[in-house]
């Protein structure tokens, strides 16, 4: 042994053997441990074909699945202080945990959705904070936003030292695509940004959930458009994985460039589109009816050179033009006799035209004045690149305060082939919430009202950034701060100008909500281990808010749990002197009050219109049984359902 080399240890011994491994076998390696399954049958061996099954599965995956079906224990806390217009807004902006918020979601949103979009972390090997622990949940999350002790605490996932792992992000992508499904409408659609480092994962994932049947297309984002050229091939693009919930959606088309319509005659702008069928699956052979010939009148022009066709040969209409390829094989036309007729040569402007070609043929063309086309699965435009995300923070005076903003253009473009005016759209990764600000810039362009819910983590900012200086203290802080200014310029363009296109009744606020723990107590399963244990049990849920709970926070968590939308129009009564709240035009009555009136019930037994509901809390009946089963009976009667909570 020579001086200048050290003895190899242990782990550089297995490291040489796993490296050796690796170069024989690299297809035996998961996440940079040895699938020994992999490995007997890339020696030869026998395995238990029964497991043989095409479909994706990690680590975690049942614990991923488990997790759906843990019921939420926690609210959205209503915080109009912070929003905008709270009263009238449909618009929502949601602080929380997003898989805790899609749960509470579930029931007042489900088939509710027309678009979500989405930006997940992208899974580089740098932290992302979504909890990979879901055991505790709701918990974890209160500890991490302050609203428990732990304020600053870590949700961990995948860190430089985890690697590019792609288990942990499965397991945190999982539950909520599939709560997310649960939500879209049955012609709804979802769009998700993703990179080289999960797209494959993420589009075996989404066929899982959605199903490979509803994968629309996999669109090319030119994100960057010079590259990052410090890699070897210098990369300029990223993707968008579209997905529909059934095989009722619709996409719309998207306008033509300006330039896309060069010709013009008596009628306005046209272009021409060859009769000819281009396809070469179809021709003479199995479209035998649309092979026929065309007669072309070579003295009837137009003033744009084009030539009168008819489908009766004559003296005047004398060219005979039959449909044949460019290696003059037989062809079809794309319309038949009956149509040509029809729609075709009819009328004093034609729609079908000939024109000589330079060997002295004839083609025949349709004139199209068709100004919108399908969309293209290759997004190049200058407002997909990623740098005019930061530009468009910048105009709204926040430049420096989030790294890496999605441009208004990309969401604008899924907008428009994807919504309509009073869709609702999802975004829950919302960060600065660069889909809030599309919804309202497409709103205002194109007078329609569609409607936003974002979900946005309040990940800590860096306490050295200039966002956390300036009193942006969380992501969700950024975002909300963001759909005010936007809301604002709108609203200042407009400023003294005549209501042309119904813009004065466009939405333009939005309601804040904050996800916390429920408003009401709920028993953690604990059994009392003594009579003085179950005492206390007893007398701490004999009245069952939460200290510092408002009327507020619990009708909005009621409202949830009864399947309405927190948009809900909320109509405040006096009846008997006591505060009746009427939910949807009366649909249902709740009330809060700390003790429930005899005359209260009296009054909304013979209201109208009669409510289709009443709900009260259990406690207003101050331990009265016989009141409570009384009113139970009566609501009973008068065909309302009765409830207490």
């Avoid at 992208?122 to 999350?141: A, H, M, Q, S, V």
């Avoid at 860190?159 to 288990?167: A, K, N, V």
């Avoid at 003479?284 to 009837?300: A, C, D, E, K």
Wanted: proline letters at 4%.
């Amino acid at each position: 042994m020579t001086e200048d080399r050290l003895p190899l240890t242990s782990q550089d011994v297995l490291a040489d053997k796993l490296a050796a491994l690796r170069e024989l076998f690299p297809g035996v390696f998961a996440e940079g441990k040895v699938d020994f399954e992999r490995l007997k049958q890339a020696l030869g061996e026998s395995i238990d074909e029964g497991r043989e099954r095409y479909g994706l599965s990690w680590a975690g995956k049942s614990e991923a699945i488990r997790n759906l079906q843990a019921q939420s224990v926690g609210t959205l806390n209503p915080l109009p202080e912070e929003s905008v217009n709270f009263e009238t807004t449909e618009n929502i902006f949601i602080e929380g945990e997003n898989l805790e918020v899609l749960k509470l979601l579930q029931k007042s949103y489900h088939n509710q959705i027309k678009m979500i979009y989405i930006d997940p972390p992208y899974n580089t090997g740098k932290e992302f904070i979504y909890p990979d622990n879901f055991r505790e949940g709701l918990e974890d999350y209160l500890r991490y936003s302050g609203q428990k002790n732990g304020e600053g605490i870590k949700l961990t996932t995948n860190t430089e030292t985890d690697g590019r792992f792609h288990s942990k992000w499965l397991n945190m992508m999982y539950p909520r695509l599939f709560l997310a499904r649960n939500l879209l409408r049955d012609d709804g659609v979802i769009f998700a940004s993703i990179d080289d480092n999960e797209v494959s994962d993420l589009r075996l994932l989404m066929n899982e959930i959605f199903g490979e049947e509803n994968f629309i297309c996999q669109i090319i984002i030119q994100s960057n458009k010079r590259g990052q050229t410090y890699k070897d091939i210098s990369k300029t693009h990223e993707y968008i994985l579209l997905y529909s919930k059934s095989d009722f959606y619709r996409l719309s088309e998207i306008a033509k460039d300006n330039d896309a319509l060069p010709d013009q005659d008596e009628l306005g702008s046209f272009e021409l589109w060859e009769l000819r069928n281009r396809n070469p699956r179809f021709g003479r052979h199995n479209r035998p009816n649309l092979y026929f010939p065309i007669y072309v009148s070579p003295t009837i022009v137009d003033s744009n050179g084009f030539f009168q066709i008819s489908l009766t040969q004559s003296s005047e209409f004398s060219v005979e033009v039959f449909p044949k390829n460019s290696e003059g094989d037989d062809s079809c036309w794309r319309w038949g006799q009956k149509k040509i007729k029809s729609e075709g040569i009819s009328g004093a402007f034609p729609v079908l035209v000939a024109k000589q070609k330079r060997d002295n043929g004839w083609n025949i063309y349709q004139k199209s004045r068709k100004s919108t086309t399908k969309v293209k699965s290759i997004w190049d435009e200058t407002s997909m690149i990623s740098e005019q995300g930061t530009i468009e923070l910048g105009e709204l005076g926040m430049r420096d305060y989030f790294d890496h903003p999605k441009p208004v253009g990309l969401i604008a473009k899924a907008l428009n082939i994807a919504s309509e005016s009073h869709d609702i759209v999802l975004d829950f990764f919302a960060g600065s919430s660069t889909t809030a600000h599309a919804i309202l810039e497409q709103n205002h362009e194109d007078g329609g009202n569609r409607k936003f819910i974002m979900i946005q983590l309040p990940e800590l900012c860096d306490p050295t950034s200039d966002a956390f200086k300036v009193g942006y203290k969380t992501i969700a802080d950024i975002g909300k701060e963001r759909i005010r200014r936007v809301i604002n310029e709108i609203n200042e363009e407009e400023s003294g100008r005549l209501d042309l296109n119904g813009s004065a009744q466009q939405d333009r606020g939005f309601r804040v909500f904050k996800l916390t723990e429920s408003n009401f107590k709920i028993w953690d399963g604990t059994a009392p281990q003594n009579v003085e244990q179950l005492s206390v049990l007893l007398q701490e849920f004999a009245e069952n808010i939460r200290p510092g709970t408002t009327k507020l926070g619990m009708l909005y968590e009621i409202l949830l749990k009864a399947g309405f939308p927190l948009t809900a129009k909320i109509e405040t009564l006096t009846i008997a002197g006591q505060e009746i709240y009427a939910i949807e035009d009366r649909e249902l009555f709740l009330c809060l009050e700390y003790e429930l009136l005899e005359d209260t019930v009296r009054q909304i037994l013979t209201y109208q219109p009669k409510p289709k509901q009443f709900i009260s809390l259990d406690s207003s009946f101050r331990g009265n049984d016989q009141l409570k089963t009384n009113t139970q009976l009566q609501m009973r009667d008068h065909d309302i359902k009765f409830r207490t909570v």
